[in-house]
């Protein structure tokens, strides 16, 4: 994959229109797989392999796990918040400023574990969901839009893909596979 192809490896993220029971599925199972498949993608990389972005002027492999991990961890509070209340504004970070910060040079086994924790208790929480569950919001300050919980479920689904595809297609390089 070229450098333009690597910004966005499973293509750009599209709302969907609508969905099924069986999008739904998917979607939960993506995030209930993401962390045995990142620890699969990373598996025998050592330290300078981690460092390697997965583009010119992109994340390195560690910041793009960290990065995850703290996404992620933001995204369930986001859920929560919306089941909780009506319609919270959510507070947004600076995911690239977040990513300079000393923890994201820490080894990547402590965001592997966040990850499967927090996607333990947001795939068990995704599962128990009504129908009008699906349909409760948030607000995303930064764009002032109304998100529903089904196109949160889908926009994470889209970035653990679309992160998991930056390491995976960073790894075959690393194997000599592309």
Do not use: C
């Not at 690597?6 to 993220?13: D, E, I, R």
């Not at 909780?84 to 507070?91: D, Q, S, Y």
């Not at 690239?96 to 499967?116: F, G, H, M």
């Not at 948030?138 to 002032?144: E, L, M, N, Q, T």
């Amino acid at each position: 994959m070229t450098d333009e192809q690597m910004k966005y490896p499973v293509g750009k993220f599209a709302p969907p229109a609508s969905y099924t029971n069986e999008n739904i599925r998917e979607w939960i199972d993506d995030l209930k797989t993401l962390p045995g498949k990142l620890r699969h993608a990373i598996a025998g990389l050592n330290y300078r392999e981690l460092d390697t972005p997965y583009r010119t002027g992109g994340w390195t492999l560690r910041q793009v796990i960290h990065h995850l991990a703290d996404s992620h961890m933001n995204s369930i509070t986001r859920f929560k918040l919306a089941l909780t209340e009506n319609n919270p504004v959510i507070k947004p970070y600076e995911e690239a400023d977040w990513a300079l910060l000393p923890d994201y040079r820490l080894p990547v086994e402590p965001s592997l574990k966040i990850l499967e924790g927090i996607h333990q208790h947001f795939v068990a929480l995704l599962e128990s969901f009504t129908e009008n569950e699906w349909s409760r919001t948030f607000v995303h300050p930064a764009s002032g839009e109304t998100i529903s919980l089904i196109r949160g479920l889908a926009t994470y689904s889209w970035h653990s893909r679309h992160h998991l595809a930056h390491i995976t297609e960073t790894v075959k390089k690393f194997a000599g596979k592309e």
